[in-house]
Protein backbone atom coordinates (compact mmCIF):
# COMPACT_ATOMS: atom_id res chain seq x y z
CA UNK A 1 0.00 0.00 0.00
CA UNK A 2 1.99 2.98 -0.92
CA UNK A 3 1.65 6.19 1.43
CA UNK A 4 2.60 9.74 1.03
CA UNK A 5 6.33 10.04 2.34
CA UNK A 6 5.96 13.66 3.39
CA UNK A 7 5.14 12.33 6.94
CA UNK A 8 8.79 11.47 7.84
CA UNK A 9 11.06 9.05 8.62
CA UNK A 10 12.33 10.38 11.97
CA UNK A 11 12.78 6.98 13.64
CA UNK A 12 13.82 5.55 10.24
CA UNK A 13 17.30 3.44 9.78
CA UNK A 14 18.59 2.70 5.84
CA UNK A 15 20.09 -0.54 5.97
CA UNK A 16 20.47 -0.98 1.89
CA UNK A 17 20.27 0.93 -1.34
CA UNK A 18 18.47 -1.58 -4.09
CA UNK A 19 18.34 -0.85 -7.88
CA UNK A 20 17.54 2.72 -7.22
CA UNK A 21 15.17 1.72 -4.20
CA UNK A 22 16.05 2.15 -0.25
CA UNK A 23 15.63 -0.74 2.21
CA UNK A 24 15.16 0.68 5.84
CA UNK A 25 13.99 -0.21 9.54
CA UNK A 26 11.38 1.79 10.62
CA UNK A 27 12.70 1.34 14.54
CA UNK A 28 9.47 3.02 16.01
CA UNK A 29 6.78 0.31 14.29
CA UNK A 30 9.39 -2.77 13.82
CA UNK A 31 8.85 -2.97 10.19
CA UNK A 32 10.90 -3.34 7.13
CA UNK A 33 10.34 -1.18 4.39
CA UNK A 34 11.26 0.51 1.18
CA UNK A 35 11.32 3.57 -0.53
CA UNK A 36 10.74 3.61 -4.51
CA UNK A 37 12.36 6.26 -6.48
CA UNK A 38 9.38 8.05 -6.99
CA UNK A 39 8.79 9.29 -3.47
CA UNK A 40 6.60 5.97 -2.05
CA UNK A 41 7.37 3.29 -0.18
CA UNK A 42 6.01 -0.35 0.55
CA UNK A 43 6.08 -2.35 4.00
CA UNK A 44 8.29 -5.78 3.05
CA UNK A 45 8.40 -7.26 6.22
CA UNK A 46 5.76 -6.57 9.52
CA UNK A 47 7.96 -7.80 12.26
CA UNK A 48 11.78 -7.17 12.58
CA UNK A 49 12.29 -7.13 16.09
CA UNK A 50 14.03 -10.32 17.07
CA UNK A 51 16.54 -9.68 14.47
CA UNK A 52 18.89 -7.25 12.45
CA UNK A 53 20.69 -10.14 9.74
CA UNK A 54 20.83 -9.23 6.29
CA UNK A 55 23.11 -9.47 3.56
CA UNK A 56 23.40 -9.72 -0.44
CA UNK A 57 23.58 -12.12 -3.07
CA UNK A 58 23.48 -11.69 -6.68
CA UNK A 59 22.77 -8.01 -6.57
CA UNK A 60 19.26 -9.56 -4.53
CA UNK A 61 19.03 -7.95 -0.51
CA UNK A 62 18.18 -10.95 1.94
CA UNK A 63 16.38 -10.43 5.43
CA UNK A 64 15.89 -12.57 8.01
CA UNK A 65 12.73 -12.14 10.83
CA UNK A 66 10.43 -13.96 12.97
CA UNK A 67 6.98 -13.61 12.09
CA UNK A 68 4.11 -13.55 15.25
CA UNK A 69 2.00 -16.70 14.79
CA UNK A 70 -1.32 -17.17 16.21
CA UNK A 71 -0.63 -18.86 19.27
CA UNK A 72 1.88 -16.48 19.81
CA UNK A 73 4.51 -18.51 19.08
CA UNK A 74 7.04 -17.44 16.34
CA UNK A 75 8.68 -18.40 12.87
CA UNK A 76 11.65 -17.17 11.54
CA UNK A 77 11.76 -16.59 7.38
CA UNK A 78 14.16 -15.33 5.30
CA UNK A 79 12.80 -12.33 2.64
CA UNK A 80 14.36 -12.37 -0.87
CA UNK A 81 14.08 -8.95 -2.09
CA UNK A 82 15.29 -7.47 -5.46
CA UNK A 83 13.82 -3.95 -5.64
CA UNK A 84 10.32 -5.05 -6.93
CA UNK A 85 8.12 -5.18 -3.27
CA UNK A 86 5.16 -7.04 -5.25
CA UNK A 87 7.61 -9.27 -5.96
CA UNK A 88 9.13 -10.62 -2.26
CA UNK A 89 9.35 -13.96 -1.82
CA UNK A 90 9.44 -15.84 1.97
CA UNK A 91 11.34 -18.68 2.54
CA UNK A 92 10.58 -20.86 5.73
CA UNK A 93 13.03 -22.46 8.16
CA UNK A 94 12.78 -25.36 8.67
CA UNK A 95 11.13 -27.29 12.06
CA UNK A 96 13.41 -29.71 14.13
CA UNK A 97 12.27 -33.14 13.97
CA UNK A 98 10.18 -32.59 16.75
CA UNK A 99 8.73 -30.07 15.70
CA UNK A 100 10.26 -27.21 17.39
CA UNK A 101 10.61 -23.61 15.60
CA UNK A 102 14.36 -22.18 14.44
CA UNK A 103 15.60 -18.96 16.18
CA UNK A 104 18.63 -17.08 14.62
CA UNK A 105 21.56 -16.43 16.95
CA UNK A 106 21.86 -12.62 18.10
CA UNK A 107 24.98 -11.64 16.30
CA UNK A 108 27.69 -12.69 13.80
CA UNK A 109 25.30 -15.75 12.89
CA UNK A 110 25.87 -15.94 9.42
CA UNK A 111 28.75 -17.08 6.69
CA UNK A 112 28.18 -16.84 2.74
CA UNK A 113 29.97 -18.98 0.50
CA UNK A 114 30.70 -17.90 -2.79
CA UNK A 115 32.59 -20.74 -3.96
CA UNK A 116 29.70 -23.06 -3.12
CA UNK A 117 26.75 -20.73 -3.54
CA UNK A 118 25.26 -21.10 -0.20
CA UNK A 119 24.83 -19.34 3.35
CA UNK A 120 25.16 -20.64 6.40
CA UNK A 121 23.27 -19.85 9.22
CA UNK A 122 23.62 -20.68 12.88
CA UNK A 123 21.03 -20.70 15.88
CA UNK A 124 18.90 -22.94 18.09
CA UNK A 125 15.60 -25.14 18.18
CA UNK A 126 13.94 -24.13 21.39
CA UNK A 127 11.76 -26.55 23.37
CA UNK A 128 10.96 -26.92 26.84
CA UNK A 129 13.98 -29.37 27.67
CA UNK A 130 16.32 -26.47 26.52
CA UNK A 131 18.05 -25.16 23.17
CA UNK A 132 19.53 -27.43 20.57
CA UNK A 133 22.46 -25.31 19.07
CA UNK A 134 21.86 -26.21 15.00
CA UNK A 135 23.48 -24.90 11.93
CA UNK A 136 21.42 -24.60 8.74
CA UNK A 137 22.45 -23.78 5.00
CA UNK A 138 20.27 -22.39 2.06
CA UNK A 139 21.43 -23.20 -1.48
CA UNK A 140 20.60 -20.16 -4.04
CA UNK A 141 20.22 -22.61 -6.96
CA UNK A 142 17.88 -25.20 -5.43
CA UNK A 143 16.18 -21.96 -2.68
CA UNK A 144 16.32 -25.67 -0.45
CA UNK A 145 17.07 -25.05 3.33
CA UNK A 146 18.93 -27.78 4.84
CA UNK A 147 19.98 -29.02 8.75
CA UNK A 148 23.43 -28.88 8.50
CA UNK A 149 23.66 -30.27 12.03
CA UNK A 150 21.59 -30.33 15.10
CA UNK A 151 23.47 -30.62 18.14
CA UNK A 152 22.97 -32.22 21.71
CA UNK A 153 22.21 -30.34 24.71
CA UNK A 154 24.75 -31.75 26.57
CA UNK A 155 27.72 -31.34 23.47
CA UNK A 156 28.03 -27.85 23.50
CA UNK A 157 25.28 -24.65 24.92
CA UNK A 158 22.09 -23.44 23.04
CA UNK A 159 23.98 -19.95 22.96
CA UNK A 160 26.03 -19.93 19.96
CA UNK A 161 28.10 -16.89 17.78
CA UNK A 162 30.46 -16.25 15.44
CA UNK A 163 30.06 -18.57 12.80
CA UNK A 164 32.46 -19.56 10.05
CA UNK A 165 32.74 -22.20 7.18
CA UNK A 166 36.34 -23.39 6.98
CA UNK A 167 37.90 -26.69 5.29
CA UNK A 168 34.66 -27.96 4.62
CA UNK A 169 33.53 -27.48 8.34
CA UNK A 170 32.76 -24.84 10.89
CA UNK A 171 33.98 -23.13 13.47
CA UNK A 172 31.77 -21.03 15.98
CA UNK A 173 31.65 -20.01 19.55
CA UNK A 174 29.92 -19.42 22.33
CA UNK A 175 30.23 -17.58 25.41
CA UNK A 176 33.45 -18.70 26.63
CA UNK A 177 34.24 -21.53 24.15
CA UNK A 178 34.99 -22.08 20.65
CA UNK A 179 34.32 -25.29 18.80
CA UNK A 180 34.92 -26.78 15.69
CA UNK A 181 32.57 -29.19 13.63
CA UNK A 182 33.63 -31.69 10.34
CA UNK A 183 36.25 -29.25 9.87
CA UNK A 184 38.85 -30.90 7.56
CA UNK A 185 42.76 -31.51 8.21
CA UNK A 186 44.27 -29.45 5.51
CA UNK A 187 47.56 -29.42 6.65
CA UNK A 188 50.63 -31.79 8.24
CA UNK A 189 53.81 -30.66 10.20
CA UNK A 190 57.03 -32.17 10.57
CA UNK A 191 60.13 -31.66 12.70
CA UNK A 192 62.27 -34.03 11.87
CA UNK A 193 65.11 -32.79 13.75
CA UNK A 194 64.32 -31.91 17.35
CA UNK A 195 67.06 -30.49 19.44
CA UNK A 196 69.53 -31.10 16.74
CA UNK A 197 68.86 -35.37 17.92
CA UNK A 198 66.59 -36.10 14.17
CA UNK A 199 63.64 -37.68 14.34
CA UNK A 200 61.96 -41.16 12.43
CA UNK A 201 60.76 -39.55 9.36
CA UNK A 202 58.39 -42.66 9.67
CA UNK A 203 56.87 -42.18 12.34
CA UNK A 204 56.17 -38.67 11.45
CA UNK A 205 54.43 -39.58 7.83
CA UNK A 206 51.78 -41.95 10.48
CA UNK A 207 50.19 -38.78 11.14
CA UNK A 208 46.30 -38.52 9.89
CA UNK A 209 46.33 -37.65 5.94
CA UNK A 210 45.07 -34.70 4.78
CA UNK A 211 41.31 -34.17 3.92
CA UNK A 212 39.96 -32.33 0.82
CA UNK A 213 36.19 -32.76 0.01
CA UNK A 214 36.17 -35.97 1.99
CA UNK A 215 39.24 -37.36 -0.25
CA UNK A 216 42.59 -38.33 1.42
CA UNK A 217 45.91 -37.16 0.22
CA UNK A 218 48.97 -38.30 1.60
CA UNK A 219 51.76 -35.93 1.88
CA UNK A 220 55.08 -37.59 3.31
CA UNK A 221 58.96 -36.46 3.91
CA UNK A 222 61.20 -38.66 3.18
CA UNK A 223 64.25 -37.30 3.51
CA UNK A 224 65.30 -33.79 4.36
CA UNK A 225 68.52 -31.12 5.91
CA UNK A 226 66.06 -28.86 7.87
CA UNK A 227 68.28 -27.38 10.78
CA UNK A 228 67.49 -28.25 14.09
CA UNK A 229 64.11 -27.21 15.50
CA UNK A 230 62.94 -26.27 11.92
CA UNK A 231 59.19 -27.14 11.10
CA UNK A 232 57.94 -27.77 7.97
CA UNK A 233 54.26 -27.10 7.53
CA UNK A 234 52.32 -28.84 3.93
CA UNK A 235 49.33 -27.63 3.52
CA UNK A 236 46.33 -28.41 0.60
CA UNK A 237 45.13 -25.01 -0.68
CA UNK A 238 42.27 -24.39 -3.31
CA UNK A 239 42.74 -22.42 -6.45
CA UNK A 240 39.18 -21.69 -6.49
CA UNK A 241 39.12 -20.00 -3.41
CA UNK A 242 38.85 -16.27 -3.26
CA UNK A 243 42.32 -16.40 -1.18
CA UNK A 244 44.31 -17.71 -4.18
CA UNK A 245 42.64 -15.28 -6.42
CA UNK A 246 44.00 -12.17 -4.24
CA UNK A 247 47.63 -13.34 -4.89
CA UNK A 248 47.67 -15.46 -8.45
CA UNK A 249 44.76 -13.83 -10.43
CA UNK A 250 44.57 -16.67 -12.57
CA UNK A 251 46.34 -19.85 -13.87
CA UNK A 252 48.10 -20.26 -16.90
CA UNK A 253 45.60 -22.59 -18.48
CA UNK A 254 43.71 -24.58 -17.76
CA UNK A 255 45.71 -27.90 -17.35
CA UNK A 256 46.08 -27.16 -13.66
CA UNK A 257 44.97 -29.22 -11.02
CA UNK A 258 42.58 -26.98 -9.11
CA UNK A 259 44.74 -28.00 -5.58
CA UNK A 260 47.56 -27.15 -4.90
CA UNK A 261 50.40 -27.23 -2.31
CA UNK A 262 51.78 -24.48 0.68
CA UNK A 263 55.16 -25.29 1.87
CA UNK A 264 56.37 -23.26 4.23
CA UNK A 265 59.06 -23.36 6.90
CA UNK A 266 58.10 -21.77 10.58
CA UNK A 267 61.64 -20.22 10.86
CA UNK A 268 61.87 -18.96 7.32
CA UNK A 269 64.70 -21.23 6.49
CA UNK A 270 65.22 -22.65 3.00
CA UNK A 271 66.14 -26.53 2.93
CA UNK A 272 66.61 -29.45 0.12
CA UNK A 273 64.37 -32.15 0.70
CA UNK A 274 62.34 -34.98 -0.53
CA UNK A 275 58.62 -35.05 -0.56
CA UNK A 276 55.94 -37.57 -2.05
CA UNK A 277 52.65 -35.29 -3.05
CA UNK A 278 49.08 -37.12 -3.52
CA UNK A 279 47.56 -35.93 -6.93
CA UNK A 280 44.02 -36.72 -7.18
CA UNK A 281 42.59 -37.32 -11.53
CA UNK A 282 38.97 -35.63 -10.20
CA UNK A 283 40.91 -31.96 -9.42
CA UNK A 284 41.94 -32.05 -13.69
CA UNK A 285 39.68 -30.99 -16.16
CA UNK A 286 41.02 -34.26 -17.54
CA UNK A 287 42.61 -37.20 -15.50
CA UNK A 288 46.03 -38.37 -16.05
CA UNK A 289 46.36 -41.38 -18.14
CA UNK A 290 49.93 -41.53 -17.94
CA UNK A 291 52.60 -40.43 -15.48
CA UNK A 292 54.37 -38.55 -18.39
CA UNK A 293 51.75 -36.56 -18.88
CA UNK A 294 52.11 -35.31 -14.74
CA UNK A 295 54.73 -32.35 -14.19
CA UNK A 296 54.98 -30.13 -11.93
CA UNK A 297 55.67 -26.20 -10.99
CA UNK A 298 55.97 -23.69 -8.59
CA UNK A 299 54.95 -20.03 -8.55
CA UNK A 300 57.69 -17.39 -7.83
CA UNK A 301 57.85 -14.08 -8.37
CA UNK A 302 55.27 -13.85 -11.05
CA UNK A 303 57.05 -16.68 -12.96
CA UNK A 304 56.23 -20.33 -13.14
CA UNK A 305 59.30 -22.61 -12.83
CA UNK A 306 59.38 -26.41 -13.67
CA UNK A 307 60.10 -28.78 -10.82
CA UNK A 308 61.24 -32.27 -11.23
CA UNK A 309 59.48 -35.23 -10.33
CA UNK A 310 61.65 -38.08 -9.42
CA UNK A 311 59.05 -40.58 -9.59
CA UNK A 312 55.64 -41.42 -9.77
CA UNK A 313 53.38 -44.18 -9.05
CA UNK A 314 50.28 -43.75 -10.62
CA UNK A 315 48.54 -46.75 -8.27
CA UNK A 316 48.41 -44.49 -5.41
CA UNK A 317 48.51 -41.37 -7.19
CA UNK A 318 51.74 -40.04 -5.54
CA UNK A 319 54.87 -37.88 -6.86
CA UNK A 320 57.72 -37.40 -5.40
CA UNK A 321 59.76 -34.52 -5.50
CA UNK A 322 63.26 -33.34 -4.90
CA UNK A 323 63.97 -29.87 -4.68
CA UNK A 324 65.82 -27.08 -2.48
CA UNK A 325 62.76 -25.68 -1.79
CA UNK A 326 62.25 -21.59 -0.24
CA UNK A 327 61.12 -20.98 3.18
CA UNK A 328 57.73 -20.44 0.69
CA UNK A 329 57.29 -22.34 -1.94
CA UNK A 330 53.79 -23.62 -3.94
CA UNK A 331 53.98 -26.70 -5.82
CA UNK A 332 51.04 -26.85 -8.65
CA UNK A 333 50.72 -30.20 -10.91
CA UNK A 334 49.75 -29.98 -14.26
CA UNK A 335 48.54 -32.36 -16.53
CA UNK A 336 50.11 -31.47 -20.02
CA UNK A 337 47.64 -33.38 -22.05
CA UNK A 338 45.06 -31.18 -21.30
CA UNK A 339 46.73 -27.97 -23.15
CA UNK A 340 45.35 -28.06 -26.72
CA UNK A 341 48.65 -26.28 -28.00
CA UNK A 342 49.91 -28.36 -30.71
CA UNK A 343 53.71 -28.45 -29.65
CA UNK A 344 52.45 -30.99 -26.49
CA UNK A 345 50.63 -32.87 -29.40
CA UNK A 346 52.63 -36.70 -29.84
CA UNK A 347 51.56 -36.40 -33.74
CA UNK A 348 55.03 -33.90 -33.53
CA UNK A 349 57.05 -36.90 -32.48
CA UNK A 350 57.60 -39.87 -34.22
CA UNK A 351 59.85 -42.71 -33.03
CA UNK A 352 61.11 -46.28 -35.01
CA UNK A 353 61.31 -48.61 -35.07
CA UNK A 354 58.73 -49.70 -32.66
CA UNK A 355 59.04 -52.18 -31.40
CA UNK A 356 62.64 -52.11 -31.00
CA UNK A 357 65.30 -54.73 -29.39
CA UNK A 358 67.88 -52.01 -28.51
CA UNK A 359 68.20 -48.91 -30.06
CA UNK A 360 64.98 -46.34 -30.58
CA UNK A 361 64.92 -43.25 -32.86
CA UNK A 362 62.91 -40.26 -32.63
CA UNK A 363 62.35 -37.36 -34.72
CA UNK A 364 60.09 -34.01 -33.89
CA UNK A 365 59.17 -32.45 -36.91
CA UNK A 366 59.35 -29.37 -35.87
CA UNK A 367 63.01 -29.31 -35.79
CA UNK A 368 63.30 -28.11 -32.42
CA UNK A 369 66.59 -29.06 -30.21
CA UNK A 370 66.18 -31.73 -27.77
CA UNK A 371 67.13 -30.86 -24.24
CA UNK A 372 66.21 -34.32 -22.48
CA UNK A 373 65.20 -37.64 -22.90
CA UNK A 374 63.50 -39.83 -19.80
CA UNK A 375 62.23 -43.53 -20.14
CA UNK A 376 59.63 -44.56 -17.81
CA UNK A 377 57.67 -47.71 -16.78
CA UNK A 378 53.90 -47.27 -16.79
CA UNK A 379 53.67 -47.26 -12.95
CA UNK A 380 55.86 -43.88 -13.47
CA UNK A 381 59.16 -45.39 -12.52
CA UNK A 382 61.77 -43.63 -14.10
CA UNK A 383 64.25 -45.83 -15.81
CA UNK A 384 66.12 -44.34 -18.12
CA UNK A 385 67.32 -40.82 -19.17
CA UNK A 386 69.58 -38.88 -21.41
CA UNK A 387 70.72 -35.21 -21.56
CA UNK A 388 72.94 -35.82 -24.57
CA UNK A 389 70.86 -34.20 -27.02
CA UNK A 390 70.75 -37.12 -29.25
CA UNK A 391 67.82 -38.20 -31.43
CA UNK A 392 67.84 -41.71 -30.05
CA UNK A 393 68.51 -44.18 -27.19
CA UNK A 394 69.51 -47.39 -26.38
CA UNK A 395 66.76 -49.51 -24.26
CA UNK A 396 68.91 -52.96 -24.65
CA UNK A 397 69.44 -53.21 -20.86
CA UNK A 398 65.36 -52.80 -20.27
CA UNK A 399 62.92 -56.02 -19.62
CA UNK A 400 60.65 -56.58 -22.61
CA UNK A 401 57.49 -54.40 -21.68
CA UNK A 402 55.42 -51.33 -22.39
CA UNK A 403 57.20 -47.99 -21.41
CA UNK A 404 56.78 -44.40 -22.55
CA UNK A 405 59.32 -42.01 -23.75
CA UNK A 406 59.05 -38.17 -22.69
CA UNK A 407 61.58 -36.22 -24.77
CA UNK A 408 61.65 -32.43 -23.39
CA UNK A 409 62.59 -29.83 -26.15
CA UNK A 410 62.94 -25.80 -26.90
CA UNK A 411 59.64 -25.99 -28.19
CA UNK A 412 57.45 -28.24 -25.89
CA UNK A 413 57.18 -31.80 -24.32
CA UNK A 414 56.52 -34.72 -26.11
CA UNK A 415 55.72 -38.16 -24.89
CA UNK A 416 55.01 -41.34 -26.66
CA UNK A 417 53.98 -44.85 -25.80
CA UNK A 418 57.51 -47.52 -26.94
CA UNK A 419 57.11 -51.56 -26.98
CA UNK A 420 60.84 -52.88 -25.74
CA UNK A 421 61.31 -56.44 -26.74
Do not use: C
Not at 81 to 103: C, Q, W
Not at 138 to 156: A, C, G, K, M
Not at 380 to 394: A, F, M, P, R, Y
Amino acid sequence: MAKNTSEGFAMSKPIKELNGSVIYIDENNDTLNIVNPDGTYYNLVNYTKDTDAYFTYNNKFYYIASELNSDYSSTYYMYEINGDPLKTIRYEFPKSTNGDDFSLALNNNLDISQEEGKVYLIGGYHSSSGVNAAILSFDFSTLQFTQEHVFDNNEISGYVTNLNRFNNGFVFSDFDKVYSYNVEIRAKYFTPNQSGKGANIEKLNSEEDISYNNTSYNVSLKSTNLAPNETLKIELLDTTAIAFKTKIESLPNNSYAKTYYKLVTLNESSHQSTINLTYNNLDFKNGILDPAQLSAQTYQDGNWIDLEITSINTNDKTVEITHNFNSNTLVFFRNNATLSNKKFSTENLSVYPNPTTSILNFKLKNKATILKTTVYTLVGQEVLQSTTGKNKIDLKNLSQGIYILKVVSSNGTYTKNIIKE
